[in-house]
């Protein structure tokens, strides 16, 4: 007789043209991943092959209960890691019967903007790191963590190596191959300064892809653990085409606005005075990793957040 596993591994394509796909979606907290699946007829090679569905969005606090259907759109395909064969998994965005983006569905503008002609010129590159942490199972403690106490002082994790540092490399590394099995653009991953806190980092993307490419199943509510410990947080890097094609001699457009953070808006929801709070000079922050100054200064986890940025587009580069 068949075992779980053998079934769980069980490869269909001797028998059947038939494929699994799992439509995945951002949910209604704008943090949580919904999905399902379906056969389809294969091979598939491409988003609009797939059929559109529908799902009862008031059961994901995205629709009221008397008029709850959302139409999802297939986005992007990858290879599924976990059911491999021909089987796919495809990012979804929202929309209504009647194909008005929901409140929730932000790909639909992000998209829109991406694809206009003179921000499709500029072949901007993303390059976004995420940071996350594990916790241990059935308990809310992270990860190499003795439960209801604390780990000593940072210092020896970051990028460390042995059983008594990294812990929780083989799940790392699982989700490494899974992403590269999936065909997304992981460029790598370490261990970052508390114990149990990793970081991935996905690109160079172009445009839309960098998102359709990041998502994580890692809770990004705020601060579990109150402490003098590292929060985690996710950053992002941009490179326009006209960086990359300098002559010599040529002067580079701005990458950004003065830093002056008279630029910056943050958006602070519900749990928000746990994931904003001072650090101290001795710990790891900004760009480079060093606190430049005497003063404290602030890091956050990733936020739902509006970043308006009104600064004029650089001149073209001169010939």
């Known amino acids: 007789m068949a075992s779980l596993a053998d079934l769980v591994n069980l490869d269909l394509s001797d028998c059947t043209d038939k494929i699994i796909v799992e439509y995945l979606w951002v949910g209604g907290s704008g943090i949580d991943i919904r999905s399902k699946a379906r056969t389809v007829n294969g091979p598939i090679t491409d988003a609009s092959q797939l059929p559109k569905w529908n799902y009862d969005g008031s059961s994901t606090g995205q629709a009221p209960g008397e008029d709850s259907e959302v139409i999802l759109y297939p986005q992007a395909i990858f290879k599924d890691p976990f059911r491999r064969g021909d089987n796919l998994l495809v990012m979804c965005d929202c929309y209504t019967p009647q194909g008005v983006p929901i409140?929730?569905?932000?790909?639909?503008?992000?998209?829109?903007?991406?694809?206009?002609?003179?921000?499709?010129?500029?072949?901007?590159?993303?390059?976004?790191?995420?940071?996350?942490?594990?916790?241990?199972?059935?308990?809310?403690?992270?990860?190499?963590?003795?439960?209801?106490?604390?780990?000593?002082?940072?210092?020896?994790?970051?990028?460390?190596?042995?059983?008594?540092?990294?812990?929780?490399?083989?799940?790392?590394?699982?989700?490494?191959?899974a992403c590269l099995y999936a065909g997304i653009n992981i460029s790598g991953i370490n261990g970052e300064v508390m114990p149990g806190q990793w970081e991935f980092q996905v690109g160079p993307s172009v445009g839309i892809a960098a998102s359709d490419q990041l998502q994580h199943q890692v809770d990004a509510g705020g601060r579990r653990v109150r402490g003098d410990q590292d929060g985690h947080r996710e950053a992002g890097q941009a490179a326009r085409a006209a960086h990359r094609r300098l002559r010599r001699g040529q002067r580079a457009p701005p990458h950004g606005p003065p830093r002056d953070r008279r630029h910056q808006h943050l958006q602070v929801g519900r749990g928000g005075p746990r994931r904003v709070r001072p650090r101290g000079p001795r710990h790891r922050e900004g760009r480079q990793g060093l606190l430049r100054g005497p003063q404290a200064g602030l890091q956050h986890g990733p936020l739902r957040r509006h970043l308006h940025d009104r600064r004029d587009h650089a001149p073209p580069l001169s010939q």
């Open 103 to 177: 409140p929730t569905n932000k790909r639909h503008n992000a998209a829109k903007i991406f694809n206009t002609p003179k921000v499709a010129a500029e072949e901007t590159w993303y390059g976004i790191e995420q940071e996350y942490t594990l916790l241990q199972k059935d308990v809310n403690w992270p990860l190499g963590w003795p439960i209801g106490g604390y780990p000593g002082p940072q210092g020896p994790y970051y990028c460390a190596a042995g059983a008594d540092k990294a812990f929780g490399r083989d799940i790392v590394d699982a989700h490494y191959k």
